[in-house]
C-alpha cells in the first residue's frame, strides 16, 4: 500500500488539470450509509429501491409517503463534511483541481468549501423539490416541516402537483447540461481520481473510460474493488476517509 501512495503521489504532483469523481463512499464516515456497499442501504433492504424508481414514485402514492417518511429522518440534513471532503478542498486550493464531478446528492462538498462553480452534481441534490407538473423549485426544508407537521405526501403548493427531489431517479435522464461538463472535464483533465464510488453506474462510470481513452493517468481509491480497476494507473483500497488524505498530503 505504501508504494501505491507514493506512486499515486507522484502522479498527482505532476498533473496539471485532476477531475475527480466522488460517490457514496466518500460520505459514509459523515453518517450517511451508501447503497450498494456491504452495509448499503439496497443491499441491507433491497425493496428500498422502490422508492427511487421514478415510475413508482408517481403511480403509487404509498411510495410517494415511504419516500417521504425516509427522508425526513434521513441524516443527510444534519450531516457535516468529514476528512475526504477537505481533502478535496486543500486540492482545489493547490490550484489543480479542474472539475469535481459527484454522484451524491448531499451537498457536502460544496459545505466543506469546495468553490460551486467546480462541482458538477450528476444526480442532482436532495436539498430541493421540484414540482412534476408546474416545475417549481422549492428549498426541501420547506416540504420537511410540512412532513413533520402531519402532511405525509406534501403536494406543490402553487399547482397541486407531484412533489420530488431535485434528485435523478432511476428512469429519469441526467441532466443534459451536467453530463456535457462531466465529459468535457474528463476530455480534458490529465489525472482522473474515482473516490468511493463503485463505479457500477453508467454514465456516471463511463467518464473514467473517457479519461483513459484520452491519455489521462487514471487513480482509483475505493474499498470494494470496481470494474475498472484494470485500467487504472493505480488502485488504493481502504477508508476513504483514511487513505484520500494521506494521498492527497501536500
Request: charged residues 20%; hydrophobic residues 45%.
Amino acid at each position: 500500500m505504501a508504494d501505491d501512495i507514493e506512486r499515486a503521489r507522484e502522479l498527482i504532483a505532476g498533473a496539471q488539470r485532476i477531475t475527480v469523481l466522488t460517490g457514496a463512499g466518500v460520505s459514509t464516515d459523515s453518517g450517511i450509509p451508501d447503497f450498494r456497499g456491504p452495509q448499503g442501504v439496497w443491499t441491507l433492504n433491497p425493496a428500498a429501491e422502490l422508492i427511487w424508481n421514478y415510475d413508482n414514485y408517481v403511480a403509487d402514492p404509498e411510495v410517494r409517503r415511504t419516500a417521504w417518511q425516509e427522508r425526513v429522518e434521513h441524516p443527510m440534513f444534519s450531516a457535516v463534511p468529514g476528512r475526504a471532503h477537505q481533502a478535496l478542498v486543500d486540492l482545489e486550493r493547490s490550484g489543480k483541481l479542474f472539475a469535481l464531478l459527484t454522484q451524491n446528492i448531499d451537498e457536502l462538498h460544496q459545505k466543506a468549501g469546495s468553490s460551486p462553480s467546480l462541482v458538477a452534481e450528476l444526480h442532482g441534490s436532495n436539498h430541493g423539490t421540484v414540482c412534476l407538473t408546474c416545475g417549481a423549485i422549492a428549498p426541501m426544508a420547506d416540504a420537511l416541516a410540512r412532513v413533520r407537521a402531519g402532511d405525509d405526501d406534501p403536494a406543490c403548493e402553487r399547482c397541486g402537483g407531484i412533489l420530488k427531489a431535485t434528485t435523478i431517479m432511476f428512469g429519469e435522464m441526467l441532466d443534459a447540461d451536467v453530463l456535457m461538463r462531466a465529459r468535457e472535464a474528463a476530455i480534458a483533465c490529465d489525472l482522473f481520481l474515482a473516490v468511493g464510488t463503485s463505479l457500477g453506474v453508467h454514465p456516471a462510470a463511463g467518464l473514467v473510460d473517457i479519461a483513459a481513452q484520452v491519455g489521462a493517468e487514471v487513480i482509483i481509491v475505493n474499498a470494494e474493488p470496481t470494474p475498472y480497476d484494470p485500467i487504472a494507473s493505480v488502485v488504493l483500497r481502504g477508508g476513504i476517509s483514511e487513505v484520500l488524505p494521506e494521498v492527497l498530503r501536500r
